[in-house]
């Protein structure tokens, strides 16, 4: 089967540099397990899903490797990582450094406007809680904590921990259909804003450690469930 016919259908800007186009559209269908890991990526084939030479592709394929989401091997084939534990590990390490700051400098003001967008995110993941609607509560996820980066003024360091958020965020999207963690992320996410609405620093730098702890704390039953899927070691070629 042609790789094109395994993605949702590819469609790019044509007034806008095609590699970082394919480098978002293939780091999202990784991240979401629509190309799970394992999978082969030929250039020739998603140059034609694409209908772009092969040297944006290539360049994307660069970029997707110097984030651990791709191995490539020369002369022999490209294809989709396993979840690294180790890089997840630290790249959750980096974004609970970075947010537990975050959330103590928001919840030491009162910000009204701030307050009723993060609720305006919970409110789409309440409605977004079923199996077919993933895609959508997840991005109502990272709208939630984007804004949090946003109102800090720290949109850098959003950019920065995403940078190497792949192996954590697919390792998220395996947890995510365990029974009841939909609606666990949900009340965690209301309740961080109830005490940054609340003013309370200390309370809310609890809520966000309880949070994010939520997957790595399912590491092993993850890699029971999906043997094929993860790397608990230190990657080694070949």
Known sequence: MALS?????????RSRHAAPQVFDKLREFIVSLDLTPGTVLSRT??????GLSQTPIRDALIRLSEEGLVDIYPQNATVVSRIDIKAARQAQFLRRS???EI?????SRSDPLLISRLQSHIDVQRANRGADQYPQFIAADRAFHRDMHEA????????LAQRYSGHVDRLRRLHLPESGKAERVID???RLVDAIAAQDPARAQDVLRQ???GTLNQIDEICRNYPDYVLVGQKVPG
């Open 5 to 13: 016919a395994t993605l949702p259908p590819l469609q790019l800007d």
């Open 45 to 50: 084939d998603l140059a034609e899903a694409f």
């Open 98 to 100: 970075i947010e537990l």
């Open 103 to 107: 959330v103590h400098q928001l919840a």
């Open 152 to 159: 800090a003024g720290v949109n850098a360091l959003w950019e």
């Open 188 to 190: 965690d996410h209301q």
């Open 211 to 213: 949070h994010l702890s």
